[in-house]
């Protein structure tokens, strides 16, 4: 279902995915995979739709033949999404969100690692949150819920009081499995959106509304 105007969102904190919910860098990863994929005759048609939302450990893992040296891949693929930051821009409405809501009320959690999320986060015109948790901080990735139930942790609040926003399925499931309130990301691709979960084409529609009884609001467009 859609996120409709004048809805409004209450949440004791706020819990972003980065890739796809606050910053587009499909263009980057999906040319920096493909070209990995034909190089090993990996399936680029297998690949791709399970490719976001999840470490990139857990990708080279996933995909990789057998007999390679699943570090090395790693290693290389890591400093190439690294070091490529062209054409990484904010999901629209990202930076102003952002720029509008209380500091102590919203972070970041991603399946990136640190280096990785502020070289990309900052390449999209958005400072990276003091708390925010990011791939090395977890032991299980998405769609394990370990992430967002830290995130929570994190932001003092209950993971039952949090909204999540998510545009990956594994993100998606992992916000779920925390026991948060998820809304999806999904501009191109609302068919893949769980029934039990809105969904709105990015962020722009989305306002700071003050705070009530504690929790922050969120007013739709």
């Known amino acids: 279902m859609r996120l409709e105007p004048g809805q409004l969102i209450e949440a004791g904190a706020l819990l972003f995915d980065m890739d796809g919910t606050l910053v587009?860098?499909?263009v980057v990863v999906e040319k920096i995979w493909k070209r990995w994929c034909d190089e090993h005759g990996v399936d680029w048609h297998y690949v791709l739709p399970r490719l976001h939302g999840v470490r990139m450990l857990d990708s080279v893992k996933m995909?990789?033949?057998?007999?390679?040296?699943?570090q090395a891949e790693y290693d290389r693929l890591y400093r190439e999404e690294l070091e490529d930051v062209d054409g990484?821009?904010?999901?629209?409405?990202?930076?102003?969100?952002?720029?509008?809501?209380p500091a102590h009320t919203w972070t970041i959690v991603t399946s990136a690692d640190t280096p990785l999320a502020e070289a990309r986060l900052r390449a999209?015109?958005?400072?990276?949150p003091p708390r925010m948790v990011a791939g090395e901080m977890v032991r299980n990735g998405k769609p394990d819920p370990e992430g967002?139930?830290?995130?929570?942790q994190r932001m003092n609040a209950a993971a039952a009081e949090c909204v999540v926003f998510e545009d990956a399925k594994a993100g998606i499931e992992a916000g779920l499995a925390a026991g948060a309130r998820v809304?999806?990301?999904?501009?191109?691709?609302?068919?893949?959106?769980?029934?039990?979960?809105a969904w709105m084409h990015d962020l722009t529609a989305l306002r700071f509304d003050g705070f009530a009884d504690g929790k922050l609001r969120l007013g739709v467009a």
């Not at 995909?63 to 699943?70: H, L, R």
């Not at 990484?88 to 809501?101: C, D, F, N, R, T």
């Not at 999209?124 to 990276?128: D, Y």
Request: net charge negative.
């Open 148 to 152: 967002y139930l830290l995130g929570a």
């Open 88 to 101: 990484i821009v904010p999901i629209p409405g990202a930076v102003e969100l952002l720029a509008s809501l």
């Open 24 to 26: 587009d860098s499909r």
């Open 124 to 128: 999209a015109g958005i400072e990276p």
């Open 183 to 197: 809304l999806a990301i999904a501009g191109d691709h609302p068919d893949e959106v769980p029934a039990q979960v």
């Open 63 to 70: 995909f990789a033949k057998p007999g390679m040296d699943i």
